[in-house]
């Protein structure tokens, strides 16, 4: 990646901020949701999102319960699954988000 300075200044053929984008995109985590699944009493199936996590390059992740009270640091995402199934009737499951293609400088663009 070239550097822009006072000394090296940016070309009109070269855009500074478009590599910055590509470099985002290029070493974003991904993003997964935890998913509790369970059958209910009347036999009905169903799921919540029970915490998001961020998978990184070197494969560790982190996650978050969706109420913010429990965060782990693990060695893979799947690791996660056995956070979420503790309970009696409960399975749980990632959910890949998929990557966006799309980077901005701009929070109202981005939300």
Same mark, same amino acid.
């Given at each position: 990646?070239?550097?822009?300075? /006072?000394?090296? /200044?940016?070309?009109?053929?070269?855009?500074?901020?478009? $590599?910055? +984008?590509?470099?985002? %995109?290029? *070493?974003? /985590?991904? @993003?997964?949701?935890? =998913?509790? $699944?369970?059958?209910?009493?009347? #036999?009905?199936?169903?799921?919540?999102?029970?915490?998001? #996590?961020?998978?990184?390059?070197?494969?560790?992740?982190? =996650?978050?319960?969706?109420? #913010?009270?429990?965060?782990?640091?693990? !060695?893979?995402?799947?690791? &996660?699954?056995?956070?979420?199934?503790? %309970? $009696?009737?409960?399975?749980?499951? @990632?959910?890949?988000?998929? !990557?966006? +293609?799309?980077? *901005?400088?701009? &929070?109202? $663009?981005?939300?």
């Amino acid at each position: 990646m070239a550097t822009v300075s /006072p000394q090296n /200044p940016a070309s009109e053929s070269f855009d500074f901020y478009q $590599e910055v +984008r590509e470099l985002v %995109l290029d *070493t974003a /985590p991904r @993003l997964f949701a935890v =998913v509790q $699944e369970y059958v209910l009493d009347d #036999g009905w199936r169903d799921a919540e999102v029970a915490a998001w #996590g961020m998978a990184y390059q070197d494969g560790h992740a982190d =996650v978050t319960s969706v109420d #913010g009270r429990r965060r782990f640091s693990l !060695p893979s995402a799947d690791r &996660a699954i056995r956070h979420f199934a503790l %309970l $009696e009737g409960v399975t749980a499951r @990632l959910v890949w988000l998929t !990557p966006s +293609r799309a980077a *901005t400088f701009d &929070a109202a $663009e981005a939300a």
